[in-house]
C-alpha cells in the first residue's frame, strides 16, 4: 500500500516535470523561431503561441516588444512592424504579464501612433506596472491636459484610454491628474470615464479633493470643492476640514490674473456659505481674515452686497467671542461714520447687529446700547434693542 502511494506521488511530480520541460521547451522554441524570422514570421509566431495556453510566454512578447524599440526607425513607415506592436503588446496585457511593463512604456514614449498608443494603455491597465510607469503615465497625461487647456492639439482618442487605464490601476497619485482632465472639458464620454475612474482610486475620496484643492489650478479647485459639497457620505469633521482647509486655500493662493482672482473669491464665498450651515467653529479665524478681505473687496466695488452680508451671516455662525469681537469692531466703525454725519448702509448694520445678538456675547454692551442714541433706521435700533436684551438674559 505504501509502495503504490509512494509510485503514485513520484508519477505525479515526474509528471510536473515532464509538462514544466515541455513547456519551458515550447517556449525556447518559440523564442528561436521569433529570433531567426522574418517580420512576418515573427508575427506568425506571435499568433501561434496563444496556441499554447498552458505555456507563459509573456518572455516571448517582451522579445518582441524590445525587437520592436530596438528597431524603432521602421515603425513609422512599416505597416507590418505596427502589425507586429499592436500584437505584441495586446498579448502582453492578455496575459498579464507585468513584468513587461515597463518596456511596454517605453514603446508609448517611442511610437505617437494612435493605435499603437491605445493598445500600449489597454496592456497596462491589465498588468501590475511598477510606480514608475504609473508616474510616467500621470505626467503625461498631465502634459495632455495642459496642452487642451491653452488650445493646443491632443489625441483624445489617447487621452479617453490613459484616463480608464489609470482607473483600473487605481493608484492614489493619478487622482488629481484625472480629476483634472475630467474638469478640461474635452468631451461628454471623456468627462464621463474620468469620472468613473476617479471612483477606483485608492484611498479617502474627501481627502484626494481636498489636495486637488490644494494643489490645482483655480478652476479645478472650484470643482472639486463642488465635488466634495455633494458628497453625501463625507463624515461632518471630514467635510468641516476640508472646508477649513480650502478658505485657508482661497485666502492664500496667489492668482496670475484676473480670471484666476475672480475663481479664487468665488471659492471663497461657496466656503462662507457651507461653513454657516455647518457652524464649524473650527475655521473662526480663517473666517475673520475673510471678514477683513470681503471690507476691502466691498469698500472698492469689487464684490456685491450679498457676499458682504454672507460673510457678516458666517461670523455670527461661528458663535465665538473673537467673533464677535470683530463683528462689535466693525458696528464701532459704523457707529463713528453715523456720529459724523457718513453714510452707512442700514441693510449691513442690520446684519451685524442682529449677528452679535446671535452670539450674545458682552463686548458689544457698550457699542449696541450707543448704537441707540445714533441716527440709524428705526428698525436698526429695534434690533440693536433685542440684542442687548439677548446679553441681558445670558
Not at 28 to 35: D, V
Not at 86 to 94: E, F, K, Q, S, Y
Not at 236 to 264: F, I, M, P, W, Y
Not at 271 to 291: M, N, P, Y
Amino acid at each position: 500500500m505504501k509502495r503504490s502511494g509512494f509510485a503514485l506521488i513520484f508519477l505525479l511530480i515526474f509528471s510536473i516535470f515532464l509538462s514544466a520541460q515541455d513547456a519551458g521547451s515550447v517556449l525556447a522554441a518559440m523564442q528561436k523561431n521569433f529570433a531567426r524570422g522574418s517580420i512576418s514570421t515573427k508575427i506568425q509566431v506571435l499568433q501561434n503561441s496563444m496556441e499554447y495556453s498552458d505555456v507563459d510566454m509573456g518572455v516571448l512578447y517582451t522579445q518582441a516588444i524590445e525587437f520592436i524599440i530596438d528597431n524603432s526607425k521602421n515603425l513609422a513607415s512599416d505597416i507590418t512592424t505596427r502589425e507586429m506592436a499592436v500584437l505584441a503588446v495586446r498579448l502582453a496585457g492578455i496575459n498579464k504579464y507585468s513584468e513587461s511593463a515597463s518596456i511596454v512604456w517605453k514603446l508609448f514614449d517611442l511610437y505617437d501612433d494612435t493605435a499603437v498608443r491605445v493598445e500600449i494603455l489597454g496592456a497596462l491597465g491589465n498588468m501590475d506596472p511598477d510606480p514608475q510607469v504609473v508616474s510616467e503615465l500621470n505626467k503625461w497625461l498631465g502634459v495632455q491636459n495642459s496642452e487642451f487647456r491653452s488650445g493646443g492639439e491632443v489625441e483624445e482618442q489617447v487621452v479617453s484610454e490613459a484616463v480608464v487605464t489609470l482607473g483600473k490601476l487605481g493608484d492614489s497619485s493619478s487622482f488629481s491628474v484625472i480629476f483634472s482632465t475630467g474638469s478640461a472639458k474635452y468631451s461628454e464620454d471623456i468627462t464621463y470615464k474620468a469620472n468613473q475612474a476617479l471612483k477606483n482610486i485608492e484611498g479617502s475620496y474627501t481627502d484626494s479633493l481636498l489636495n486637488v484643492i490644494i494643489e490645482s489650478v483655480p478652476s479645478d479647485k472650484l470643482s472639486a470643492l463642488k465635488l466634495a459639497i455633494d458628497d453625501n457620505e463625507s463624515y461632518l469633521e471630514e467635510r468641516g476640514n476640508l472646508l477649513r482647509r480650502t478658505l485657508e486655500v482661497g485666502l492664500n493662493s496667489k492668482a496670475e490674473n484676473s480670471s484666476d482672482e475672480g475663481l479664487l473669491r468665488e471659492l471663497r464665498f461657496i466656503v462662507i456659505r457651507e461653513l454657516t450651515q455647518l457652524k464649524w467653529a473650527d475655521a473662526g479665524s480663517l473666517v475673520i481674515e475673510h471678514f477683513n478681505r470681503v471690507i476691502v473687496e466691498y469698500e472698492k466695488g469689487i464684490i456685491s452686497k450679498t457676499n458682504f452680508l454672507e460673510a457678516v451671516e458666517c461670523l455670527g455662525s461661528m458663535g465665538t467671542h473673537e467673533a464677535a469681537a470683530r463683528l462689535t469692531l466693525y458696528l464701532e466703525v459704523m457707529n463713528s461714520y453715523m456720529e459724523n454725519g457718513q453714510d452707512v448702509d442700514q441693510q449691513i448694520a442690520m446684519a451685524v447687529i442682529e449677528n452679535i445678538g446671535v452670539i450674545g456675547d458682552e463686548v458689544a454692551f457698550d457699542h449696541l446700547l450707543y448704537s441707540g442714541y445714533l441716527d440709524y433706521s428705526a428698525s436698526v435700533k429695534k434690533a440693536a434693542r433685542e440684542a442687548l436684551n439677548k446679553l441681558k438674559n445670558k
